[in-house]
């Protein structure tokens, strides 16, 4: 056996580290691989070395557990609920998120350091009560309702990994519920918007800018879609395109569309004249592979493909709308449009659901208030008209609800029993008894 004057002893067949706590007590504890001691190896000996250096840090700012660096130990199973901090169990549950996509990943992480700020780094997890939560999140100044909600997400999945199986009603979140979110209508440009939008681009801007938003407009796509389309995506046969990947985040890419499916576009002659305009510029590419082709639409400044829809809303959007004296809305607007468009001239909405990679269900209800435009006002006259003849001055009208024939009311119906007196009340409101 012998010592390396780092805290490390090394003995016959382990590697045992001796360390001082916060407190003062001296521990040692042997250093193991899926519940078995670690060899005396040169290597091993030099992570053991790290691991000690490690070890001491964590214990000066507080951070140190045994569950982190000794699971086997019989501290750990004592100490691992007393002394967790609420940092480590957050970096531990964001750490677990590697499944999901680049950009919710970093989404997390950022709600992650708000959270860690707000409760405290070496807070400890048993001292985080429904109190302090309900006073933390109840008296911080969010910026919307939306943020407070996304935010809850990643805290409910923080405490949800601590509080699990029996010790699940012991979960301090329980009862802090989200705040009520306002739904908005969806806001589309009318057709003669769309058409100034697109004449005032072409006679303004390169004509790839005019082809991407045109395409757009007679696709309906979200641009998380649009902008990850390769030419090998296209049908020139059955003017189709397939949805079957999306740029995500800081131009990383997954497959499917956002519902994680994919899903056929059919074309219309607009948007194939939009895939002409753009052949020439990015057919004859080449993708990142060799064997890959190349995106569709391109970035005429940088030449290179859209990173995400910033660039679109901000240098070309934005002072389109502002030249043309449109009001203000979201480049996504483009989608609700082909939406709303397609509705008001009767395209059967299970059709329009499928274009948009949506449920009919979610199509009827964000779009419902457009359905009834294509009967050309004729609902609502019906309606101003059901409205006049109930008025004082359609009395005589056919349709005047009927008026009640009024009736006497029944007399009272008073008979004597004997025992106790009582009141029973009928659902007739004439038709009383009295037991005596």
């Known amino acids: 056996m012998g010592r390396t004057g780092n805290g490390v002893e090394i003995r016959p067949n382990s590697i045992r580290l001796r360390f001082v706590l916060a407190n003062g007590e001296v521990v040692k504890e042997t250093l193991g691989v899926n519940g078995k001691p670690l060899p005396p190896t040169p290597s091993n000996i030099k992570f053991a070395m790290r691991t000690a250096g490690e070890i001491r840090r964590k214990i000066e700012i507080g951070t140190f557990t045994f569950f982190e660096f000794f699971p086997n130990s019989p501290r750990a199973k004592i100490t691992k609920e007393e002394s967790q901090t609420f940092a480590t169990l957050a970096d531990f549950w964001h750490k677990a998120q590697g499944r999901l996509s680049e950009a919710t990943r970093d989404q997390y992480g950022t709600a992650v350091r708000f959270w860690k700020k707000l409760l405290g780094d070496m807070t400890l997890v048993k001292d985080i009560d429904h109190k302090i939560l309900v006073s933390k999140i109840g008296g911080y100044p969010w910026s919307s309702a939306k943020t407070h909600n996304n935010y809850m997400i990643a805290l409910r999945g923080i405490f949800g990994l601590e509080y699990r199986g029996v010790s699940a009603m012991s979960n301090p979140l329980i009862g802090i519920e989200n705040m009520p979110v306002v739904k908005k209508l969806p806001d589309p440009m009318n057709i003669d918007e ?58 990383g890419e997954r497959d499917g569309s956002k519902t994680h499916t994919e899903r056929d576009v059919d074309l219309v002659p607009e948007a194939i004249e939009a895939l002409k305009t753009m052949k020439s510029h990015t057919f004859m590419l080449r993708g990142k592979d060799d064997d890959q082709a190349a995106d569709i639409f391109q970035n005429p400044v940088t030449g290179r493909a859209w990173h995400d829809e910033r660039s679109q809303r901000d240098n070309y959007w934005r002072p389109t709308l502002k030249r043309l004296g449109i009001r203000w809305r979201k480049p996504y607007n483009t989608r609700h449009t082909f939406a709303t468009v397609a509705l008001m001239a009767s395209v059967p909405p299970a059709y329009i659901a499928a274009q948009l990679g949506h449920s009919v269900k979610m199509l009827l209800e ?71």
Do not use: C
């Open 366 to 436: 964000k779009y419902a208030l457009w359905i009834p435009a294509n009967d050309h006002g004729t609902a609502k006259q019906m309606l101003a008209a059901a409205m006049r003849r109930n008025s004082r001055n359609s009395r005589n009208s056919s349709l005047e609800f009927p008026q009640k024939t009024r009736t006497r009311p029944k007399r009272l119906n008073i008979r004597k029993n004997s025992g106790r007196r009582d009141w029973t009340r009928t659902n007739d409101l004439h038709d009383v008894n009295v037991a005596f």
């Open 194 to 251: 769309r058409d100034k939008i697109l004449s005032d681009m072409l006679a303004k801007y390169d004509a790839r800018v005019h082809a991407y938003f045109q395409w757009m407009f007679y696709t309906g796509m979200r641009p998380e879609e649009a902008i990850a389309l390769r030419w090998s995506d296209i049908d020139w046969v059955r003017e189709v395109v397939r949805i079957q990947r999306v740029r995500t985040f800081k131009g």
